[in-house]
């Protein structure tokens, strides 16, 4: 499955609205008397799961809050979930899919016959390891949100650690160990030659960094990650943007003025030509912002809803959360690769349109930051990082179920957004919005966002081919 594919008056009414539902996920709202949950555990927990690492997005800052290292803890929580529940599965010899990594889990059973909630036992537990250790900092709020689904202390005897969720969380940190994540080298390309990236001059604000010199590139790195499931960052990279050598041939071509001329007219503050639907569009899925749970978290909240239509027992919720987060971790992956390890580091839109001169020199883009100040995010345009990530995530979706037209609700919490809530007629569409919400806020230009919808979409289509994949009638077990 290939595809090719002024400020508002509202803006003061979004943030307060955005801010209410924040709030509605502050951590004083976790402690609930351990007497009422003590019989059993209320609603799947894997979803339960995911709305407590969202708010631990919401609460990151600087290069944690960065889509490659939420994407990352996303495909971690979740592929751990996913292997503690294979693990159940194998137990009981109702194992369907293989597990992420090699040799599935079996654990000694007194019975034939599953113990009392074990099966969410095994998840609620890994999934607070996995958390509380990628996010040291939130592990009070994650602490009080263990005890408020099980009635118990997170510090609490449980004997599944032993048997399962030790060596889950073990072989999920190994796999990650040395991946490149933490690399802490900052970028020192070419920011002189026109076209080139560079800084694009904002200043650093009490939520937000700055962008003014190079080192202040976010994650230059993260295109060298050790990928998930994927070979390579660069598997799905085009040798170069558009077949352009050098960015002096990129300049001169007539495409390339087309492209900046467009991204001019569309993508500004003041522009008379975007459409309303498109400026609603642009900001549903922006979440660039930190204290919004950046598009992986927006992302992952949507596979909770299509997760919830389809009413998907807890071994395929856990599966779905699974293919997503790991298409997602690989779609930033490949991302990075082409902002930063692609012969052209292209520059944004806002220098590109500034450097045509004339009543141009002042150009701002609709993309702005809490107060409304011009804002582009601080790295390279080319990929488009948002396409990559719908895209990725549509095709995740679109494998799983074999299909497309599938109508649910998509919701907002970026400070700017105009609607809460958004109907999806199909998860194609969720691509198609994403992949062109940047070109109206004036942070990519058109072929940023096509290029980076089809190597998503590739990365989703590898990702199921190779990852979680059914298990063969008959097949050994490997322990």
Request: proline content about 6%; some cysteine.
């Given at each position: 499955m290939k595809y090719r594919a002024g400020r508002h008056l509202g803006r003061l009414r979004a943030v307060a609205v955005a801010g209410a539902l924040l709030a509605g996920l502050s951590p004083a709202a976790?402690?609930?008397?351990?007497?009422?949950?003590?019989?059993?555990?209320?609603?799947?927990?894997?979803?339960?799961?995911?709305?407590?690492?969202?708010?631990?997005?919401?609460?990151?800052?600087?290069?944690?809050?960065?889509?490659?290292?939420?994407?990352?803890?996303?495909?971690?929580?979740?592929?751990?979930?996913?292997?503690?529940?294979?693990?159940?599965?194998?137990?009981?010899?109702?194992?369907?899919?293989?597990?992420?990594?090699?040799?599935?889990?079996?654990?000694?059973?007194?019975?034939?016959?599953?113990?009392?909630?074990?099966?969410?036992?095994?998840?609620?537990?890994?999934?607070?390891?996995?958390i509380s250790e990628l996010y040291p900092g939130d592990k009070?709020?994650?602490?009080?949100?263990?005890?408020?689904?099980?009635?118990?202390?997170?510090?609490?005897?449980?004997?599944?650690?032993?048997?399962?969720?030790?060596?889950?969380?073990?072989?999920?940190?190994?796999?990650?160990?040395?991946?490149?994540?933490?690399?802490?080298?900052?970028?020192?390309?070419?920011?002189?030659?026109?076209?080139?990236w560079r800084p694009t001059g904002e200043e650093a604000t009490a939520d937000e960094g700055?962008?003014?010199?190079?080192?202040?590139?976010?994650?230059?790195?993260?295109?060298?990650?050790?990928?998930?499931?994927?070979?390579?960052?660069?598997?799905?990279?085009?040798?170069?943007?558009?077949?352009?050598?050098?960015?002096?041939?990129?300049?001169?071509?007539?495409?390339?003025?087309?492209?900046?001329?467009?991204?001019?007219?569309?993508?500004?503050?003041?522009?008379?030509?975007?459409?309303?639907?498109?400026?609603?569009?642009?900001?549903?899925?922006?979440?660039?912002?930190?204290?919004?749970?950046h598009p992986p978290g927006q992302l992952l909240q949507l596979t909770g809803t299509v997760a919830k239509k389809f009413k998907l027992d807890t071994y395929e919720t856990t599966r779905l959360f699974a293919l997503s987060a790991l298409s997602l971790a690989d779609a930033g992956i490949a991302a990075w690769d082409s902002k930063f390890d692609s012969p052209i580091n292209e520059w944004r839109p806002v220098s590109?349109?500034?450097?045509?001169?004339?009543?141009n020199a002042n150009w701002e883009p609709l993309s702005a930051d809490r107060s409304g100040a011009p804002w582009t995010p601080c790295f390279p345009a080319w990929t488009s990082g948002h396409a990559n990530f719908t895209a990725a995530w549509a095709g995740a979706m679109q494998h799983y179920f074999d299909r497309d037209d599938v109508s649910f609700t998509a919701h907002s919490e970026d400070p700017h957004t105009l609607v809460l809530s958004r109907q999806m007629n199909s998860f194609s569409q969720v691509a198609q919005e994403g992949e062109?919400?940047?070109?109206?806020?004036?942070?990519?230009?058109?072929?940023?966002?096509?290029?980076?919808?089809?190597?998503?979409?590739?990365v989703a289509e590898y990702v199921f081919d190779n990852a979680l994949q059914p298990t063969r009638p008959g097949r050994p077990d490997q322990r």
């Open positions: 976790a402690a609930a008397p351990p007497a009422a949950v003590v019989t059993g555990h209320k609603g799947d927990p894997t979803q339960y799961w995911n709305k407590v690492l969202l708010q631990t997005f919401r609460n990151a800052r600087g290069s944690d809050a960065s889509p490659g290292n939420l994407s990352r803890s996303g495909a971690m929580v979740f592929a751990a979930i996913y292997n503690a529940e294979s693990a159940y599965q194998n137990t009981y010899g109702t194992l369907k899919y293989q597990p992420y990594l090699n040799r599935p889990l079996k654990y000694a059973s007194e019975s034939s016959q599953p113990g009392r909630d074990e099966e969410e036992r095994l998840i609620d537990r890994t999934a607070y390891r996995m009070a709020y994650i602490d009080a949100r263990y005890e408020a689904r099980t009635g118990r202390s997170p510090y609490a005897y449980e004997p599944l650690d032993r048997l399962v969720v030790d060596r889950v969380v073990r072989q999920i940190n190994k796999s990650r160990a040395d991946d490149g994540s933490d690399n802490p080298e900052v970028y020192d390309g070419d920011t002189t030659t026109p076209g080139a700055a962008c003014k010199e190079p080192s202040d590139a976010v994650t230059p790195n993260w295109g060298k990650v050790k990928p998930f499931v994927l070979r390579s960052g660069s598997q799905f990279r085009p040798p170069t943007l558009r077949g352009f050598t050098s960015y002096d041939e990129m300049l001169a071509s007539p495409e390339y003025a087309r492209q900046v001329d467009e991204v001019r007219r569309v993508g500004a503050v003041d522009s008379t030509e975007r459409t309303y639907d498109q400026t609603v569009v642009g900001w549903f899925w922006d979440h660039d912002l930190n204290g919004t749970y590109a349109v500034r450097a045509t001169g004339g009543a062109f919400s940047r070109l109206w806020l004036g942070a990519h230009f058109r072929w940023d966002a096509e290029d980076g919808r089809e190597i998503g979409t590739n």
